[in-house]
């Protein structure tokens, strides 16, 4: 008996990126930003505050908190963070289990003021295969009977007054149990244990870690990467997501010795994007090949660092002006050096997000502006942050009809949350992409009708 052959009607729903940066991922600088070029979402200037703002979420936490900053240094002239041990101290006493993990080559000074009762590791001492933990996230209520209690902190930002307040830094914080849940994974193997007190034995740090494979997720509807050092070979996530970019690129980062990073800067600079960034003057030193790979190439959109301070950021923003591509920040503690990605203990988080790149180009071109540059603004797509009909969406159902079979096609001019499904001629409807994040572009899918 042949099967019947069905006429399909393609439904699609499609919701455009927005100019929000949502809920669940918040973003924080410690200099002014140039809001002027922000796209509806003004970049936040914590203005030497971000303690404040850390000691808020060290107070929400009702069961756990789990903590591995390179550096607590309480003291740095007439200012202390002492408030910081305060707060843990607190949150100790009304029973928060807290587990604390720290660089052993570190001063670490504000560690004398939090309770020692509090169980806290030190890693391995900086020889031969092993770097320094240079890790800066606090995960809060991991593991929270409500995930919306599940809080990430990280960045680039140490636990000290310089750091919060006259470094140049960046703070992310995620709303997100599965990405708290990829912290803890990593903090556990550090800590060698899943309970409160850490296992000397069995405690894995730097090149002694292994892939845990928790990389991708979806938070407030936005692709998120992650990526932990040395285990994930972070260099090559970092070079990957440069050469991806179309119009723009901008990037602050402390250190740069790697030679791969550069040359994928100067590729896309290039092949036409354009590109401007911000060095720190440790990275000035005779014999980076990479610091003159970026002289060489990008001229007077090349910025060193010469203050009593630290540029201290390690982030890029890539097509932040051309939402039809893949706009995107890469951030965390990962300098983009051979002992970052080789050595030590990081953390790197890239946001697929054009609000988020938005966000970032602000805080670069204050930046940029307070130490003496000037950029051009550049202009490029924008129907990312425009709300998508569903005529501008080209979709295609063959062959037409089918008694089995089919290929759907969609293409996408930006990236959008899609749900489709097709009908039959009889009514019944079939789910075919049920609300879910498709990148720009195209897109082909083999479905099969089912036959009653």
Sequence with gaps: MRSPKFFLLAILSVVAMQANAGNKIKYYFNHPPETSVSTGVDAINLNGRIDDTLIAYINRAKYTLDIAVYNYTSYSGSSDLTSVANALNAAYARGVKIRMIHD??????????????????????????????????????GHSPNPDESIVWTGSTNWSVAQFERDYDNVVIVQDSALAHAYIGEFNQMWGDTGITPNVINSKFGPDKHDLGRHHFTIDGKHVELYFSPSDTTNNHIKSSILTADKDLY?????????????????????????????????????NTAYATLTTNLGSNFITYTGSDLYHNKYVVIDPSDACSDPMVLTGSHNWTSAANTKNDENTLIIHDATAANIYLQAFRGDFYALGGSLTKVYGCTSGV???????????IYPNPSSGDFTM????????????YITDISGRSFTVINDEWQPAGSMKKIVSVPVS
């Design 104 to 141: 052993s080559s570190s001063t670490n000074s504000g560690l004398a003021y939090v309770n020692f009762a509090i169980p806290r590791l030190a890693s391995p001492a900086n020889t031969g295969a092993y770097g320094i933990m240079h890790d800066k996230f606090m995960v809060v209520d």
């Design 251 to 287: 990037f602050g980062v402390y250190t740069m010795t790697d030679n791969g990073c550069a040359n994928s800067i100067a590729t896309v600079k290039m092949n036409g994007a354009y590109v401007a960034g911000i060095v720190d003057q440790y990275s000035n030193y005779s014999g």
């Design 409 to 420: 096609t969609l293409d996408l001019a930006s990236p959008q949350k899609v749900t489709a």
């Design 386 to 396: 425009q709300t998508v009909t569903e005529e501008s969406v080209n979709l295609d």
